[in-house]
């Protein structure tokens, strides 16, 4: 019975390197959103994905940051050149989207740490 | 633009008693509304939800409220439990998205 899973729980990173957070979503969805939340703040939505489409990437930043959602294996949001400001919590979320209104079910999150 | 919001950002209520959590949004075609409740380190659980067609979900001692008309809907915890004790994000369903508060802790007393 495994809910969302990302790894790692925990990332640090020196300013300029590459960040990879995974997420494998719940069994059974094909959906699968990331949301990042900065210290104090509620969650803010980043892209929506299914397998091999990017359904919506309105709130990815538009440098550095990239996602995939592969026909096999895992969801990947890459960070390239990480800057201090990506510290932040990585938060993954899937769902099935039977119906025309569902939840989205969260991942315990990566926190990612730039010195 | 915070399209949804949540004014309090924390709340103190006695084990027993009833917690009210409320939120406002901006935007009326949102026509689905969630909750979630998040312990530190953990992801956001999800709690309960209502669809715009309604006026009140209930789920054992949660129950949502919503008014369309004033663009508010309320979370209401009864009785409330120390275990309840962690921050709630209302989220608004935007299409692809959900678009979050920014959350009230809740601390429940003995």
């Known amino acids: 019975n495994a809910g969302v899973m990302q790894n790692p729980r925990h990332l640090v990173r020196r300013r300029g390197q590459e960040a990879r957070l995974r997420c494998s979503p719940m069994?059974?969805?094909?959906?699968v959103y990331w949301y990042r939340q900065l210290p104090e703040e509620g969650l803010k939505f980043m892209v929506y994905l299914q397998k091999e489409n990017i359904i919506d990437e309105s709130g990815m930043p538009k440098e550095r940051f990239s996602a995939e959602f592969p026909k096999e294996g895992p969801s990947i949001l890459r960070i390239q050149q990480v800057v201090r400001g990506d510290s932040a919590a990585y938060f993954c979320?899937?769902?099935?989207?039977?119906?025309?209104?569902?939840?989205?079910?969260f991942g315990p999150g990566t926190r990612l740490t730039v010195t | 633009d915070q399209q949804v919001k949540q004014n309090s950002p924390s709340l103190s209520v006695q084990e027993g008693r009833i917690s009210i959590l409320n939120c406002d949004y901006t935007n009326s075609m949102f026509d689905y509304f969630l909750w979630y409740k998040k312990y530190p380190a953990e992801g956001p659980t999800f709690l309960i939800s209502?669809?715009?067609?309604?006026d009140k979900n209930e789920d054992g001692r949660f129950t949502v409220f919503l008014n369309k008309s004033a663009k508010h809907l309320s979370l209401h915890i009864v009785p409330s439990q120390p275990g309840d004790s962690a921050v709630y994000f209302c989220a608004a369903d935007n299409t692809d998205k959900l678009i979050f508060g920014t959350g009230t802790r809740l601390q429940v007393f003995p």
């Open positions: 979320a899937s769902s099935s989207r039977q119906g025309l209104q569902y939840e989205q079910y």
């Open positions: 069994k059974g969805h094909s959906h």
């Open positions: 209502i669809s715009s067609i309604k």
